[in-house]
């Protein structure tokens, strides 16, 4: 039996998309009206909202939950955090868009950024901000927008880093992690190997740079036997592998 490919009719992927991301379909979209809701909700003034941007805003309000249990905000500061993440998704839904196709640069700057944005907002997190929770934030968003079509990640090496993504490719690829003991083990003995290792939201700057480096190298080699392959198909294809292993188990 072949593999089995889902051909969604259009209804049905305008449902997923607004049961995930929270967009709605484009014939939908009111710039007066939405550019309001996002004013209202998320503190976002903007002179015209294309239904580009709209859509961009929402991946980066998507993406914030997929680090959010990581954070550890002070008490009685709603306010302050609210404008934290609004000031954050703002940022990304523009620059997500001034290229057409997103480059490893642009990733990076992006990082740094939001990054900065939280080290200036410090007094409401009882723990620092870190590189590898700021590299999530970022990557879902484009991941998101890459999934509905909305931005080009042609030659892209970053992927969202969580314990799946380490899990997958430990086992394609021995990688000198951080240990949680400072010290090697044998990660053939290991079940789960994220779990011996330096979770992805303490990462700082150097430790993301390695696992980039690593993996740049990994799918550069992945694709000299078969072109398809890059980095995007690699994480769509283990990420949800990893996820059925763990059920498994």
Sequence with gaps: MGKRTWNLSE??????????????PEEYFDNDT??????????????ELSYKTYCAF????????????????????ENEKATFKNTVYGYLANECLIEENISNEKIINMIEEVKAIADNNKVLLKNDF???????????TIKYLRLIKMVRCDDIIHIPVDSYIIDAFWENREIDFYSKQ?????????????????AWSKWNESVYNAFVNKFKEY??????????INSLTWEHENWIKISESRKIK
């Design 58 to 77: 929402m991946c980066a309000v998507r993406a914030y939950k997929d680090l959010a249990r990581t954070l550890n905000y002070v008490e009685n500061e």
């Design 130 to 140: 870190t590189y590898g929770q700021a590299q999530k934030w970022v990557n879902m």
């Design 219 to 228: 799918i550069e080699n992945k694709k000299l036997k078969d072109k398809r």
């Design 182 to 198: 400072s010290e090697k083990f044998n990660h053939n003995l290991c079940q789960r190997p994220s779990n011996h290792i330096l």
């Design 34 to 47: 939405y550019k309001e809701y996002l004013k209202t909700e998320y503190e976002y003034d903007c002179e």
């Design 11 to 24: 209804q049905a992927q305008e449902f997923f998309v607004y049961s995930v991301l929270g967009i709605v």
